[in-house]
């Protein structure tokens, strides 16, 4: 995140007026159209259902949406390639923040630190703000990268390869008890 909306076309745009907003709840939901074209831009194989659930709040020209985000969707397993349902939700806040606020520009090689506050921060300009390309950035962020099916796990014992907790320190404990 961290790019003007302004610059973007989204698959799952809701532009909200900030001058008459703060307190309300919005209800997203994307259709069947706005679900493949976010399968695609997010390299699964389909996005069955995304909601989000949201409650924006201003607090001087920032603007806060808090809320919920839940998806059905179909991935493919990082170890079999094989598809399989997935369901998520995960509670989300953005920070919405005025294209003036931006931090100072940095050069290539200068070397920053960011803090918490600094990630899931939006910029806009004018009135209006998209909180459904918020939503979908973080739906994008949630996603596992590396989805385990429901048969990752015989798959790896077939091709012998251990599972984390049999490298730990204490693996070689339990073999001590037998």
């Not at 709840?25 to 997010?42: D, G, I, N, P, S």
């Not at 806060?64 to 493919?76: D, N, V």
């Not at 940095?106 to 899931?120: G, H, M, N, R, S």
């Amino acid at each position: 995140m961290g790019e003007s909306m302004e610059h973007m076309t989204s698959e799952f745009s809701r532009i909200i007026d900030i001058r008459d907003m703060s307190g309300k709840t919005h209800e997203l939901v994307a259709t069947q159209q706005e679900c493949a074209a976010l399968a695609k831009r997010f390299s699964i194989v389909s996005l069955d259902s995304f909601m989000a659930h949201l409650v924006l709040e201003k607090d001087g020209a920032t603007i806060f949406a808090r809320g919920e985000i839940s998806a059905e969707l179909q991935q493919l397993c990082s170890v079999t390639a094989e598809e399989f349902p997935a369901i998520m939700s995960d509670d989300i806040e953005i920070r919405f923040e005025p294209e003036t606020e931006k931090s100072e520009e940095v050069t290539p090689d200068e070397e920053i630190e960011l803090t918490e506050q600094d990630f899931d921060v939006e910029y806009y300009t004018g009135d209006k703000i998209d909180i459904g390309e918020a939503a979908a950035q973080s739906l994008a962020v949630a996603i596992d990268p590396y989805p385990r099916g429901p048969h990752a796990d015989s798959a790896d014992a077939r091709a012998n390869i251990s599972t984390p907790e049999d490298n730990s320190p204490f693996a070689a404990l339990k073999n001590l008890k037998k």
